[in-house]
């Protein structure tokens, strides 16, 4: 079955393209007749198609096993993100956006590599990076920096989604879920413990400039990224963090635990 996104050949029988995620069309159980992904009843013969998921599911399913390390990749988008970002780049460049801003990070990396030589401390940290990258990549958002042991990634921009929040938290989610597969790994080969610390905030931000190569460099300066930036660091191993302007976007929709105020440095 062809990803009419990737163009990537699925294997009859899938849900999702196995190459970059997207839904692929619905099969119908009666007539066979190939429906669009989000449609609930055959257009061919009417039978209800009730088994096949939505777009976002309410909640994330398990993202496949973290990718053998193979070195932190030079350009973080998968092609068929880039050419949906290139498609609309010419609107883009010093645009407004409301987006959400997620920092993850892998808490107390330093001590867990300390003993490691630099290519054995690369193929520990690569598969947990993967694994936060893919779950930003899942749900269109977008890898704008990877800092070394964590990454920074947009919801919103810039491809534009009015539920860009929601997103956010799913990829947050699945990111921790992957994560704590790749710790039982690590536990048993290492003897560590690997776990990760995920802020979320959603505000205004300005896209500055994308270049060829498809570096985006947003405005890191400004409420918006610095109030993320500090929730991943007040985030405790293993949980994620969200201000209130996120909260407000997602009610309803995610459980969350009220942690009430913290006093926050901006220095």
């Not at 699925?10 to 839904?23: A, K, M, S």
């Not at 003897?191 to 890191?220: C, F, K, P, Q, T």
């Amino acid at each position: 079955m062809r990803c009419a996104s990737c163009g990537f050949e699925n294997p009859e029988g899938l849900r999702f393209c196995i190459e970059c995620g997207v839904p692929l069309p619905a099969h119908c159980s009666h007539c066979g007749f190939a429906n669009p992904p989000r449609a609930k009843f055959c257009g061919a013969c009417g039978t209800a198609l009730a088994d096949h998921p939505s777009v976002l599911p309410l909640a994330p399913q398990a993202p496949p096993a973290a990718p053998e390390p193979a070195g932190v990749p030079l350009a973080y988008t998968p092609p068929y993100l880039a050419e949906k970002i290139l498609t609309s780049r010419s609107a883009l460049e010093g645009e407004r956006k409301q987006v959400t801003v997620l920092f993850a990070d892998i808490k107390d990396s330093t001590e867990l590599i300390k003993d490691l030589d630099p290519e054995a401390a690369q193929q520990l940290l690569d598969p947990a990076l993967h694994a936060m990258m893919d779950a930003v990549h899942r749900f269109e958002g977008t890898v704008n920096q990877v800092l070394g042991d964590g990454i920074m990634a947009l919801f919103g921009a810039p491809l534009a989604h009015e539920d860009h929040a929601l997103r956010a938290c799913y990829a947050a989610l699945t990111m921790q879920t992957a994560l704590r597969e790749y710790t039982e790994t690590v536990r048993r080969t290492h003897g560590v413990e690997m776990r990760i610390r995920v802020g979320l905030n959603s505000g205004e931000v300005v896209v500055r400039a994308i270049g060829n190569d498809l570096h985006m460099d947003y405005s890191a300066v400004g409420q918006t990224t610095h109030l993320a930036a500090r929730m991943e660091q007040l985030a405790t191993p293993g949980a994620i963090r969200l201000t209130a302007a996120t909260l407000r976007l997602v009610e309803g929709l995610v459980q969350v635990q009220a942690l009430g105020p913290a006093l926050l440095r901006w220095q």
